[in-house]
């Protein structure tokens, strides 16, 4: 399913995941190359928030691996996979709003003097305010942000470019977006996916999820499609178009029989 | 500039607080002269720390969104229990308050996992917890007070001595309070975790998905409550000759209005303790100066509540405007 050229970033194989009797996750068998950027449809419930916060350590799988960069990883928690370069921004808000945004940008990575002192450790603010300023000019939010700002005092872009970015500080491999531009306006929606093609053309990995699929055909190569659980459709974005998109997500439509045949 | 730190300073919770506890202190010296007398300051000095203390605890507690109702009961079971153990074990002193603080800890412990691992809300589990403690310490004396320690010893010199300066007699306690306020300050907010506590407080999602140990946070803050309380229970024991079965009762609340009326969030994410400093001795200077300009003893609850009322009106009124701007 990979395309050749590429070499395999991460890959899942027959990833299974249930809440009580809700089968959220049913066999789910994914690969994504380096530098590719996938969009995951399916309508609300399909379970596309769950596989990525499978992926991102938020909760263990039932059964199924995981494997990243060829190997197989053991993923227990938010921060093993950020170790192994996974930097994800949540559909429910990744950004502690009372906290400044240098504070959020380095949560849980603080930069601290007398780091033998553990979690009692000072952090280094002096540090601290000059990578973030550095961070948002080179993302280059036009607004000049104050880095001790708090995040409340900020729009919902300004916001959402502040999650990307803090993603893109970290070198992450793999950087997942569940729906960044929802309660977003024009402008900042652009600015979003603006942000995905140069994010990719630094060279990282993104898995994008989205309902809006003009926006998929606008930075995605790939677009996969998920129905209660399970992977209906992978497709190149340059072989298919919305309306037959739309279809598959919807269901009951020879598109997606068709779509199903060629997979098999 | 300098006009805009000026706005910046004003727009600060502890700003308003402040500005209230000088407006009472000029209030109640000039309604009455003895408010500024060395015997009512000492006074005041004297029972302030115990409770401020605690408040302590809770302030670190409510900034990572939760609270802590079994602090009252704590504060007399630790001292109970420590001195329950000299008298009819016959353990020294010091043995006696280790094994007091490990089962103060002990409560902490359990009201944190209660909370993180079983998902009950704060408010009942230290609820039951408060009538569990307080059960068990009145049980344990039978309802009656013990006497405390009275021979000579090294702790309760460094516990409870007192000393003067000037005319004022002043208690270990305050010094103990100061310790362990600039402590917390530096905790929580130029140390690591005091970014995981806000973190947590504010959005506890966001931070667990940055990988932060949430529940081992929330769990550390009620043990540290708890041991406060405790400590807090044991040199006002020590300091009065008496451990009380009934001590702390309400303090629970007294501790929490403090703490909130200093500035910091009841919901979590913002926390102050400078705000938490000048909420204790707010509140302790108002019940003080109250009885001193001679409102009716039972009358005066309906002036302290009304006074919290206000101060955190005034506390959400800055924080919006604080937004906005
Ligand atoms: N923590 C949970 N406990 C119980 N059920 C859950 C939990 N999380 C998800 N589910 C269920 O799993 C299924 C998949 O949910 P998921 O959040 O992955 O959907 P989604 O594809 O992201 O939908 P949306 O587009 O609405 O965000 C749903 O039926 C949901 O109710
Ligand atoms: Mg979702």
Avoid at chain 1, 79 to 102: P, W
């Amino acid at each position: 399913m990979v395309r050749q050229t590429t070499q395999e970033v991460l890959r899942l194989e027959n990833v299974t995941k249930s809440f009580g009797n809700v089968q959220a996750l049913n066999g789910v068998s994914l690969a994504v190359g380096d530098g590719e950027v996938v969009a995951l449809l399916g309508d609300n419930g399909a379970g596309k928030s769950t596989l990525i916060k499978a992926i991102s350590g938020l909760h263990g799988v039932d059964s199924g691996d995981i494997y990243i960069g060829g190997k197989k990883a053991e993923i227990r928690s938010a921060r093993d996979a950020m170790n192994l370069g996974i930097e994800t921004i949540h559909q429910d808000s990744s950004l502690a709003v009372d906290l400044s945004i240098a504070r959020n940008l380095f949560l849980g990575r603080e930069p601290v003097r007398a780091s033998f002192l553990g979690p009692l450790a000072p952090l280094d603010l002096a540090q601290l305010k000059r990578q973030a300023s550095e961070l948002l000019k080179r993302v280059g939010i036009k607004k000049n942000l104050d880095a001790d700002a708090p995040i409340r005092a900020l729009s919902g872009g300004e916001r959402q470019s502040i999650a990307i970015s803090r993603a893109m500080h970290f070198f992450a491999k793999i950087i997942i977006l569940d729906e960044p531009t929802n309660n977003l306006g024009v402008e900042e929606t652009h600015g979003v996916l603006n942000f995905i093609r140069e994010v990719r053309d630094a060279g990282h990995t993104v898995i994008y999820i989205t309902h809006n699929i003009h926006h998929v055909f606008q930075v995605a190569d790939r677009i996969v499609i998920m129905r209660q659980g399970t992977i209906v459709a992978d497709i190149d974005a340059a072989d298919t178009d919305i309306l037959e998109v739309e279809a598959i997500i919807t269901g009951a439509d020879r598109r997606e029989l068709a779509a199903e045949v060629r997979r098999k | 500039m300098k006009h805009s730190r000026w706005r910046a300073l004003l727009r600060k919770p502890e700003t308003s607080s402040f500005l209230i506890l000088c407006l009472a202190v000029v209030f109640f010296t000039v309604a009455n002269d003895r408010f500024l007398s060395p015997l009512n300051v000492s006074n005041l000095l004297a029972f302030l720390p115990e409770l401020g203390i605690i408040a302590l605890g809770m302030t670190l507690l409510l900034t990572a969104g939760e609270f802590d109702l079994s602090v009252g009961a704590v504060f007399a079971f630790c001292p109970v229990i420590s001195m329950l153990l000299v008298q009819h074990a016959g353990i020294d002193l010091g043995t006696a308050l280790i094994v007091g603080f490990a089962l103060t800890a002990t409560i902490g412990a359990a009201n944190g996992l209660f909370v993180t691992k079983a998902g009950i809300s704060s408010f009942l589990v230290t609820l039951s917890m408060l009538l569990l403690v307080r059960g068990c310490t009145l049980f344990a004396t039978q309802g009656f007070p013990l006497a405390s320690w009275s021979g000579e010893s090294i702790l309760q010199i460094l516990l409870a001595g007192s000393f003067y300066v000037g005319e004022v007699r002043l208690h270990a306690s305050i010094i103990w309070f100061a310790a362990l306020a600039a402590l917390m300050f530096y905790v929580l907010n130029y140390s690591k975790v005091g970014n995981w506590i806000s973190a947590i407080g504010s959005n506890r999602s966001a931070a667990v998905a940055r990988g932060v140990p949430a529940d081992a946070v929330k769990i550390g803050l009620f043990i540290v409550t708890s041991l406060l309380a405790g400590l807090a229970g044991i040199i006002s024991s020590l300091r009065i000759s008496s451990a009380s079965p009934v001590a702390g009762d309400q303090y629970e609340l007294e501790v929490i209005a403090m703490v909130v009326v200093g500035g910091t969030a009841l919901t979590g994410g913002r926390g102050t303790i400078i705000g938490t400093i000048i909420g204790v001795f707010l509140l302790r200077i108002i019940r003080n100066g109250i009885v001193l300009v001679g409102v009716p003893g039972l009358a005066f609850n309906i002036f302290v509540g009304g006074i919290i009322l206000i101060m955190l009106m005034v506390h959400s009124i800055v924080h919006k405007r604080s937004i906005r701007s």
